[in-house]
């Protein structure tokens, strides 16, 4: 933690946006409760005599953590969280100071997206100039063609985001603030003042990237292209809600967005080619040029930004005989990333990124030992491969697993093969996508490399037990896992270490004492176990409840009773069918409730918005 400020500045950080969005009370008071109370436990209950030894002891473990926090740590850890913490409370109370009720404003902006075509509207992003905000603006079909750069006056009602209805679902507030929108503005009047306002560089940027959608529309299919333009910009708006499943069911999603894996393979590429021609030192100038340039065109995502930061310390402290360090890189990308947006925390994408590269930090060496000594022992480059992608693959699970089941409630069970079959092509695909933009033999080798990825996601996505639905987990849950984790790494490492280090020899001593203290008392603790179960089980006392779930136009009720007997009572239904209401609505509030099964189904009548989806269901099935 001393090595690493940046890191600890990072968590401190973390701890202050996660505060101010769970908690509705100040940071600062927990910390001065807590000074309070270290101060008093040391000042007026803490003696001098004699304890008797205790193996559950908070004093007994407390000096490691004084090792790992010192008063240094302490104080960055504490700074920047309560930084943080302020930050969230003053962007929420702008926001709320912003609105009033039915009120009309009058703004300039500038428009800052492309056009985005909804059933009755069509809908901008626009940055308001002078007042450091974005709002999401809603004009009716065919009354305004605006372009990007575009600066504009516009008049209308502002509304508020809208927050979930149902417990667990879908948070537009949420949502837009990971967008630095604060708001939406239903147009009344408008009027296009200037053309071309946004700058050059971005400019240049946004015209490139439409350069490239263009060439790939016009070059494939509309299935291909749109995995194209995922695995190039990372925009995944125009695949398919079914294509999108299959590749998420087959534990290949992440293919779909650029990650370190698709920047890696570009500065591989860009290093080989121009390595000969210009001089090892040179090129690694320029693929730092072309990666910031390659993050501008594609917009910034989290998980770009990531990638691209970490590669670019990494060339860089090669370029000055500096060792980068994994973990600072890290760290300087998230904070970065956090201090332009706190709330970016919210977004999957950022999350399941930077989770699954600590996820390989913390556990690919371990897994890929394991391999090397017990599982495949024989060396060569294939079975070599097979063990890297192996120990990759559930390195990151490991950690991303909770946070999966969190967003998606889906659990595969082939997500090992899935990997092992897509990492021998991914590579290739990446590259020649690059290659295709300006080389058109490219095509026909891209093909069967996107036939065959297609043809991964479908079968796997369509075989038996490749579908598990699991019930939602808390915050809580999420946290005592990854400590549990953690913890177990930790274990392990002092258990594998050779050198007699004092402090792993007593933690060796003390897990040791605690297994013979619980093998003494093993009856005791088996029937105070059992008593526990089957008190939750049998004797736990419940009551009836009664869910009524937000279905839009008409009813979702979900009952459960006293034994625990789960009834749905209609299913809602929606006359527009891109939109189904079960699948994005119901059965993520059930899931997030921690039902996955129910016992019986009551139709009260037959219209349309009662049994719409449940009809559906019954006619594919």
């Known amino acids: ?29 927990f910390y001065i409760l807590i000074g309070a ?20 002891s908070f004093k007994r473990y407390s000096r490691y953590l004084k090792l790992m926090f010192n008063i240094q740590t302490i104080f960055i ?26 009120q009309k404003i009058s703004m300039i902006g500038i428009v800052i997206s492309q056009k985005l075509e909804k059933q009755y509207y069509d809908c901008y992003q626009v940055k308001v100039l002078e007042k450091h905000f974005n709002l999401w603006i809603q004009v009716k079909k065919g009354e305004m063609e605006l372009q990007y750069g575009d600066k504009v006056k516009l008049q209308g009602e502002l509304k508020k985001t809208r927050e979930a209805t149902n417990y667990g679902g879908y948070d537009e507030r949420k949502y837009f603030k990971t967008l630095k929108i604060i708001g939406k503005l239903k147009v009344d009047q408008f ?58 069911i087959a534990g290949i999603s992440h293919l779909l967005a650029i990650s370190g894996l698709h920047i890696g393979y570009l500065t591989i590429g860009v290093q080989l080619l121009l390595k ?30 990531r990638a691209v930061i970490m590669t670019e310390i990494t060339i860089g402290s090669s370029l000055i005989y500096r060792k980068s360090d994994v973990w600072n890189s890290m760290a300087i990308s998230l904070l970065s990333i956090l201090i332009y947006n ?54 990151v ?34 590259l020649l996508t690059f290659f295709s933009l300006f080389i058109p033999f490219c095509k026909i080798p891209l093909s069967i490399g996107l036939d065959f990825l297609n043809f991964i996601a479908n079968f796997f996505s369509q075989i038996p037990f490749s579908k598990i639905y699991l019930s939602t987990p808390n915050l809580f849950h999420i946290i005592i896992y990854l400590v549990g ?14 050198k007699r280090i004092v402090s792993y020899q007593r933690v060796k001593n003390l897990i040791a004492l605690f297994r013979y203290r619980l093998h003494q008392r093993k009856r005791k603790y088996s029937v105070i176990f059992l008593i526990f179960l089957f008190w939750m089980v049998i004797g736990m006392p419940k009551e009836l409840r009664i869910h009524f779930v937000d279905v839009g136009q008409g009813d979702g009720t979900f009952i459960v009773t006293p034994q625990n007997r789960t009834i749905l009572v209609d299913g809602g239904g929606s006359k527009n069918q891109e939109f189904d209401v079960g699948k994005k609505v119901l059965l993520p509030y059930l899931l997030d409730r921690g039902y996955r099964t129910i016992d019986a189904i009551v139709i009260s009548h037959f219209d349309q918005d009662h049994i719409g989806r449940i009809a559906v269901y019954y006619g594919k099935n």
């Open 77 to 102: 850890l504490v700074s920047f969280s309560i930084l943080s913490h302020t930050i969230i409370l003053f962007q929420n109370r702008k926001e709320e100071n912003l609105y009033l009720e039915g």
């Open 191 to 248: 009027e296009v003042i200037a053309k071309k306002q946004q700058n050059v560089v971005t400019s240049i940027a946004h015209k490139i990237n439409l350069k490239i959608k263009e060439k790939i529309e016009e070059t494939w299919q509309p299935e291909k292209a749109g995995i194209l333009k995922g695995l190039l910009l990372g925009e995944t708006t125009e695949l398919s809600e079914e294509v999108k499943e299959k590749f998420q």
């Open 1 to 29: 933690m001393k090595e690493r400020p940046v890191l600890v500045a990072l968590i401190g950080y973390i701890i202050g946006i996660l505060w101010g969005l769970y908690f509705s009370f100040s940071i600062v008071l």
């Open 276 to 305: 000969k021609l210009v001089g090892k030192r040179k090129s690694k100038i320029i693929t730092m040029i072309i990666l910031i340039l390659y993050a501008l065109v594609t917009g910034f995502s989290p998980s770009i930004v």
């Open 485 to 498: 984790v953690g913890l177990i790494r930790k274990l392990y490492l002092i258990y594998q270490e050779e």
């Open 37 to 56: 109370t270290y101060y008093f436990y040391n000042k007026v209950l803490k003696t001098k005599r004699k304890q008797k030894f205790k193996l559950l």
């Open 397 to 430: 699970q490991i950690v991303i697993f909770p946070i999966l089941i969190y967003h998606f409630n889906i659990g595969g069970i082939y997500f090992l093969i899935t990997n092992l079959w897509a990492s021998f092509i991914i590579g290739p695909i990446i």
């Open 342 to 395: 706190p709330f970016l925390i919210l977004q999957v994408g950022l999350q399941l990124s930077y989770l699954g590269t600590i996820g390989i930090l913390l556990f690919y060496p371990i897994i890929l030992k394991q391999l090397n000594l017990k599982v495949i022992k024989k060396k060569n480059f294939f079975l070599g491969k097979i063990k890297e992608v192996i120990a990759v693959s559930l390195s």
